[in-house]
Nanobody
Framework: QVQLVESGGGLVQAGGSLRLFCAAS????????MGWYRQGPGKQRELVAT???????NYADSVKGRFTISRDNGKNTVSLQMNSLRPEDTAVYFC?????????WGQGTQVTVSS
């Protein structure tokens, strides 16, 4: 089992920045890919960014050049630096960890971007 706890959401004006943080505990040695997903109002959950244990990253087209995902394997953490935020980035952001064919999810953290 893997437990994920997110922090760092909040309210920010358009053009501003936020940093999300996720700490994993439990059977962290099983984790291969970690990432962030989001679910906006009335929308399905979508991928934001992922990062492998080796540091290979993948981003949704909508956030490329604005968001940066990073990972500390020693501390079992993953972060998402979000710059140039837009109102359409408003969503609940979920941390994800993939381990042994299972996906684990955090409780989510709200990000609200005002125009």
């Amino acid at each position: 089992q893997v437990q994920l706890v997110e922090s760092g959401g909040g309210l920010v004006q358009a053009g501003g920045s936020l940093r999300l943080f996720c700490a994993a505990s439990g059977s962290t040695y099983r984790i291969t890919v970690m990432g962030w997903y989001r679910q906006g109002p009335g929308k399905q959950r979508e991928l934001v960014a992922t990062i492998t244990r080796g540091g290979t990253t993948n981003y949704a087209d909508s956030v490329k050049g604005r968001f940066t995902i990073s990972r500390d394997n020693g501390k079992n953490t993953v972060s998402l630096q979000m710059n140039s935020l837009r109102p359409e980035d408003t969503a609940v952001y979920f941390c994800n960890a993939h381990a042994n064919l299972y996906d684990y999810w955090g409780q989510g953290t709200q990000v609200t971007v005002s125009s």
